[in-house]
């Protein structure tokens, strides 16, 4: 039996985690959040990890609030550096190997020729895209046996963008939203069963794993109204007219949708579109 230890199991790609492993008899899951383990805690991981001894680590903990990463940078390095970097020399001292997860963000997203492969050059431009590069490079340094796959724009169960819009459904007719920024929105499940697919093929290293398809945030809205019976129209605005509305918030990058080259080249690991995978998430939220 192969014991997989997950941390940061009460998110989204956590409970999509729980749902696949729970299902199959080959594996034993062991669910850990902030609760039982604080991951920035390096004796505290060290010691749990060498308590369970698990075979695969699957790193889903992480500090996902993009403008709070922007506020709070310290904790933001501690959840998302130094948290997988703690995991990655508890990794190695118990031969486990380690799945962690990063984000289209630490791409800067400036120039929008074509969706980033594995090899592109990096260049965040806000501290949650720093920060998680950071904990991307902690695991190289200190993992032997690591998948490293960075996904974009997740949504699962709990709170994210497909929620939001469908709350702001309830009692609006319209609403505005960001047209300018590309992306691959990505439902947990399809990431988790990615995942779960990838891990036992040892081919270790770094993947893009995101839904395959591009669109703009107002794209996505749209989408969700329809498939949903949402009668709320999308007033399309710039990034510009965003930030001016609210000052505070992080940079995000214009045009951060990836290849998922390394699946396509050295795996039969494939992503759904991500206007089936939409629909399926939404069948099982609204029926
Ligand atoms: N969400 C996205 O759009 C998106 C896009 C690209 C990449 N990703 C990456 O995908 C991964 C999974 O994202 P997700 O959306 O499933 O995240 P999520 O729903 O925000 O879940 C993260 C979990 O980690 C927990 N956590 C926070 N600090 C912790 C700590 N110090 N020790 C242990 N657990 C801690 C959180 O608890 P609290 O809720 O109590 O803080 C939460 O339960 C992350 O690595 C994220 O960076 C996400």
Redesign the pocket.
């Known amino acids: 039996m192969t014991k997989v230890m997950v941390?940061?199991?009460?998110?989204?790609?956590?409970r999509a985690l729980k749902k696949l492993y729970d299902a199959d008899p080959e594996y034993s899951y062991i669910g850990?959040?902030?609760g039982e383990?604080?991951?920035?805690d390096l004796t505290a991981v060290r010691d749990y990890v060498s308590g369970l001894m698990p075979d695969v680590i699957i790193?889903?903990?992480?500090?996902?609030?993009v403008d709070g990463c922007e506020k709070d940078t310290d904790l933001a390095y501690?959840?998302?550096a130094i948290?997988p970097r703690n995991l990655a020399i508890a990794a190695k001292s118990c031969g486990a190997e380690l799945v962690?997860?990063?984000?289209?963000?630490v791409f800067s997203g400036e120039t929008a020729e074509a969706p980033r492969n594995e090899f592109d050059t990096v260049g965040p431009k806000s501290a949650?895209g720093r920060t998680?590069l950071a904990g991307e490079e902690f695991v190289r340094a200190f993992a032997d046996k690591y998948y490293i796959i960075?996904?974009?724009?997740?949504?699962?169960e709990?709170?994210?963008?497909v929620k939001t819009m469908l709350a702001i459904a309830e009692n609006h007719d319209r609403v505005s939203v960001v047209d300018d920024q590309l992306g691959n929105p990505?439902s947990?499940m399809e990431l988790a069963r990615a995942i779960y697919k990838l891990v036992p093929t040892g081919a270790y290293g770094l993947y893009h794993g995101t839904c395959e398809g591009i669109c703009s945030w107002a794209d996505f809205a749209e989408e969700i109204f329809s498939l949903a019976g949402k009668n709320v129209s999308v007033e399309r605005i710039s990034s510009e007219e965003y930030k001016k509305r609210f000052p505070e918030s992080a940079s995000r990058p214009a045009y951060s949708a990836l290849d998922n080259m390394m699946f396509r080249l050295g795996t039969d690991i494939r992503f759904a579109g991500w206007k089936d995978a939409l629909r399926e998430y939404l069948v099982g939220l609204v029926g």
Do not use: E, M, P
Request: proline share 0%; hydrophobic share 30%; glycine share 12%.
């Open positions: 941390t940061g199991c009460n998110g989204q790609l956590g850990t959040d902030v383990l604080d991951i920035t790193n889903c903990a992480a500090a996902t609030n501690r959840i998302n948290g962690h997860i990063s984000t289209d963000y949650y998680k960075r996904t974009a724009w997740l949504y699962g709990g709170k994210n963008f990505t947990a």
